[in-house]
């Protein structure tokens, strides 16, 4: 059941890296600028962005196996539309599609995680899965972009687009919602006055919005490296040939899941200082980039490596963001806090991958000096989401402290829980 989850979600990861693996041959495929090809992204991004809290709402009503195989055949719907796609409008529609079953796939396999693994569990369990996911961006840096220089475009697109339906079928025949003999979790209200007041409440809890911001300060940097702009600023700016930026698009995968168990560990171990790791993570990476960027010429290939190293601990460390969710909410609202919290690093990515794309054109392309100005559309994200986590994490221990106090039906038995 779980393995079944695992490839889905690791095909959902491929479908969404494949163009940005191949955002230089889309580029000449299509004869569009910077700020065009971030368009592709950038609508993919919209729709994952706006079917969080519907995948969300869909789980918790419908459960994650129906949940994941929609997800899979949106995404090879979307896939195989952009094999055939003649034009830009065509080929932005087919990305629109694929965001829709990304969202869809992400938010059933983590639902499932809590469902059928001890609580104790599933922070680790949650890092091995999301770890066993990047191989998808495996195979979007290394054999995907080998037959799409080997077969052409529409069949390796078209290839890429079985697999998801494969993942599709074997989610209908092989998850289930919950173990045997354990009752499924009650379905989420169904008015439209219920489902908002619903959203409202879970909002309102500090620990959603301390997953929300800490999502946000570890995932965005390392998205918009891997999914789009990553690949053509090796290329380009820092004159690596294609093979060898693929060969660092595979080791930032590799680093990836190399770091999850090890982040998921510590999460289990030192529950109360689940913020530091993301603090920790952030600053790894505002650091580096602030090292690559201040140089005046072009970075030695060991800098790049240590860059992409650090980069990688992005999305493990945003995983602790839905752990956090996980501990501030009840089950059966479960999936739609993790939804908000996705949210965090999903809106600065695309806020980031656009505004790049714009700094890109008016700077003119794909240079060395381009690209050094544009990676600093960053740093203003990266100090609102340390603000937001420093400012919800007090929240969150004030709020643990009151609940020590009331169940202990004594103000001194209060204590700061460090979050």
């Known amino acids: 059941m779980w393995s079944a989850g695992v490839l889905a979600y690791a095909m959902s990861v491929m479908q969404r890296t494949s ?32 079917m969080q809290i519907p995948a969300g709402l869909i789980t918790d009503r419908w459960g994650p196996r129906l949940t994941v195989a929609a997800g899979g055949l949106t995404a090879a719907c979307g896939q195989t539309l952009l094999a055939f796609a003649g034009n830009v409008p065509t080929a932005v529609l087919a990305r629109l599609v694929v965001g ?73 025949a092989v998850v ?34 301390l997953g929300f911001f800490g999502h946000m300060v570890t995932q965005f940097p390392m998205t918009v490296f891997s999914l789009l702009w990553g690949v053509p600023y090796l290329v380009s700016a820092q004159g690596l040939s294609p093979s060898a930026a693929s060969g660092l698009l595979t080791l930032f995968v590799v680093c990836a899941m190399a770091v999850g168990p090890v982040l998921g560990v ?68 479960l999936a739609v806090a993790q939804s908000m919290v996705n949210l965090g690093g999903f809106l600065a990515s695309l806020a980031v991958l656009f505004l790049m794309g714009v700094v890109l054109d008016a700077a003119g392309g794909y240079t060395f000096d381009a690209f050094r100005l544009a990676w600093l559309v960053q740093y203003p994200f990266w100090a609102a989401a340390v603000t937001g986590v420093l400012v919800t994490r007090r929240k969150v221990r004030r709020a643990l402290a009151a609940e020590r106090v009331v169940a202990s039906g004594t103000p001194g038995a209060a204590v700061t829980s460090r979050a």
């Open 266 to 333: 510590l999460t289990m171990r030192h529950p109360m200082r689940r913020s530091w790791l993301l603090l920790g993570v952030a600053g790894s990476a505002a650091a580096v980039w602030t090292v690559v960027l201040a140089l005046p010429g072009r970075a030695p290939l060991w800098l790049l490596v240590v860059l992409v190293v650090v980069l990688s601990a992005g999305g493990p460390g945003s995983a602790v963001g839905f752990d956090i969710a996980r501990t501030s909410n009840p089950p059966r609202s």
């Open 176 to 209: 289930r919602d919950v173990p045997p003999g354990v009752e499924r979790p009650a379905r989420a209200p169904a008015s439209a006055r219920e489902v908002f007041g619903q959203l409202g409440t879970i909002w309102r809890r500090p620990g959603t919005r």
């Open 19 to 50: 163009l940005g693996a191949s955002g230089l041959d889309a580029a000449e495929h299509f004869g569009v600028s910077p700020t065009a090809l971030s368009t592709f992204v950038f609508v993919q991004v919209v729709v994952y962005l706006a």
């Open 100 to 172: 829709g079953g990304d969202a869809l796939i992400f938010t059933g396999v983590l639902a499932l995680l809590p469902r059928w693994f001890p609580a104790r569990r599933v922070p680790v369990v949650t890092q091995v899965t999301m770890m066993l996911g990047q191989a998808g961006q495996i195979l979007s840096a290394m054999p995907f972009l080998a037959l799409l220089h080997g077969v052409g475009w529409s069949k390796a697109f078209a290839s890429a687009a079985s697999l998801s339906l494969l993942a599709a079928v074997l989610a209908l």
